[in-house]
């Protein structure tokens, strides 16, 4: 699996949009970039994945470079509930049954 | 939503003894791993499971740790004789049957070893 780079830490403040950035500049054409996150001690959640276009769901917004060298989650208002440890992930899906493997991750801090 | 349960969600035991961590992943997923997080480290892969075997395992998976999926429901962690550095966060997850999907996690037992 490609390795990802993330900032140890971020803040910011409740209501404006949270921006957490991803370098993966190994990653390869079959891999995937995945977010997800951990709530204090929680089970890691998972929040949005995406090839190569951007994706945005119910959570998030992921904005994939073209080159796929990086990438950007977004969380557009941050509230309270959002502070975690947030994961970037890249996984190559030839196989089924595949591991995630967690870095550090960025801890992210809302304030109110 | 469908949610991955794990119990318990404490447990403490003395050095060598053995312990049996449960999970029951969702109902439809076919694939099932266990992670550990020691506290403070990274989440770190165990072992993945599917179609009744090992897909795939960690150096951490040694000869102490098995995983069993006895019946259609349950999918267990045992640890044959505990070690002081076995005390960490257990999550268990599953995925369902295709790749590009997620993976959702159980809210983890903590297992403490004395």
């Known amino acids: 699996d490609a390795k990802t780079t993330q900032p140890p830490s971020m803040d910011c403040a409740e209501g404006r949009a949270a921006n957490l950035p991803c370098n993966h500049s190994?990653?390869?054409?079959?891999?995937?970039v995945y977010w997800y996150r951990q709530i204090h001690s929680q089970g890691p959640q998972y929040i949005i994945h995406?090839?190569?276009n951007n994706e945005t769901n119910e959570m998030a917004s992921l904005i994939i470079t073209e080159d796929r060298k990086s990438s950007t989650l977004i969380l557009p208002h941050a509230t309270l509930r959002d502070t975690a440890v947030y994961y970037c992930?890249?996984?190559?899906?030839?196989?089924?049954?595949?591991?995630?493997?967690f870095g550090q991750g960025t801890r992210l801090t809302i304030n109110p | 939503e469908p949610e991955v349960t794990q119990t318990p969600s404490h447990q403490v035991t003395q050095m060598g003894q053995e312990v049996i961590l449960r999970c029951v992943p969702i109902?439809?997923?076919?694939?099932f791993y266990w992670y550990r997080q020691i506290l403070g480290q990274k989440v770190e892969f165990l072992v993945s499971?599917?179609?009744?075997?090992?897909?795939?395992k960690s150096e951490i998976f040694d000869d102490q740790f098995s995983v069993e999926r006895p019946d259609g429901s349950n999918f267990t962690l045992k640890i044959r004789s505990t070690k002081l550095e076995d005390s960490a966060m257990y999550f268990c997850?599953?995925?369902?049957?295709?790749?590009?999907?997620?993976?959702?996690f159980g809210q983890g037992t903590r297992l403490t070893v004395v």
């Open positions: 997850a599953s995925t369902r049957d295709r790749p590009n999907t997620e993976a959702f």
């Open positions: 190994t990653i390869s054409g079959n891999e995937y």
């Open positions: 995406g090839l190569k």
């Open positions: 992930i890249v996984r190559s899906e030839i196989q089924g049954a595949q591991k995630l493997v």
């Open positions: 109902s439809n997923h076919l694939y």
């Open positions: 499971f599917y179609n009744n075997e090992i897909s795939e």
